[in-house]
Nanobody, 116 residues
Framework: QVQVVESGGGLVQPGGSLRLSCAVS????????MGWYRQAPGKQREVVAT???????NYADSVKGRFTISRDNAKNTVYLQMNSLKSEDTAVYYC??????????WGQGIQVTVSS
């Protein structure tokens, strides 16, 4: 089985920073793309940032300039550095990995709450 485990979430004040980690392990041959998605109550899940195996990144307009996605291929881990956090960033954040054969693997999600 493939395991996708997020960590690093929690409560932070507006303007603060948080770093999320997502480690992928198990019987996956190789990871093609990785990304972070989020879902706030009453809203659809949306893409936050993605990164390819080669390091090419894309960001949602709402987080550009504030969030940075990165990955460590040797550790099968993707990170999301979140700076200048706003209340509207509050959501459950999900990590997604795409294998070389295009199988999708999702983490269970981790809560990020931005509140004073």
């Amino acid at each position: 089985q493939v395991q996708v485990v997020e960590s690093g979430g929690g409560l932070v004040q507006p303007g603060g920073s948080l770093r999320l980690s997502c480690a992928v392990s198990g019987s996956i041959f190789s990871i093609r793309d990785m990304g972070w998605y989020r879902q706030a109550p009453g809203k659809q899940r949306e893409v936050v940032a993605t990164i390819t195996s080669g390091g090419s990144t894309n960001y949602a307009d709402s987080v550009k300039g504030r969030f940075t996605i990165s990955r460590d291929n040797a550790k099968n881990t993707v990170y999301l550095q979140m700076n200048s956090l706003k209340s509207e960033d509050t959501a459950v954040y999900y990590c997604r990995a795409v294998s070389r054969n295009l199988a999708l693997y999702w983490g269970q999600g981790i809560q990020v709450t931005v509140s004073s």
